[in-house]
């Protein structure tokens, strides 16, 4: 499977964005979906992942009531509608899948086989 985020921008504090990630050359329905961020200068990190089939969700503490995951499977595409932006969440935002174990939501990076590339978020104050 192949992913393509985008979506993102420059932003003010405040600010409400939605990434999107979509899939092609498989269903999208086979995988779990993460999205991930990486800051300047720090490591990657777990935002939000969502399971094969929606059922089960799951929020880094940081980003907990103000990003929503979602997907539409017919659309082959995965959401990540982030509101209330802050500086902090300045980052490359990455989406990536994973086909084993579709019905949980895994955090660990290593467990994502399949990664799209970065779309930048830039949140000013």
């Known amino acids: 499977v192949q992913l393509q985020a985008c979506g993102g921008g420059l932003v003010q504090t405040g600010d409400s964005l939605r990434l999107s990630c979509a899939a092609s050359?498989?269903?999208?329905?086979?995988?779990?979906v993460g999205w991930f961020r990486q800051a300047p200068g720090k490591e990657r990190e777990f935002v939000a992942g969502?399971?094969?089939?929606?059922?089960?969700?799951l929020y880094a503490d940081s980003v907990k009531g103000r990003f929503t995951i979602s997907r539409d499977n017919a659309k082959n595409t995965v959401y990540l509608q982030m509101n209330s932006l802050k500086p902090e969440d300045t980052a490359v935002y990455y989406c990536?899948?994973?086909?084993?174990?579709?019905?949980?939501?895994?955090?660990?990076?290593?467990?994502?086989?399949?990664w799209g590339q970065g779309t930048e978020v830039t949140v000013s104050s």
């Open positions: 990536a899948a994973h086909s084993w174990q579709t019905i949980v939501v895994v955090t660990p990076t290593t467990n994502y086989d399949y």
């Open positions: 050359g498989r269903a999208l329905s086979e995988y779990a």
């Open positions: 969502i399971s094969s089939l929606g059922g089960n969700t």
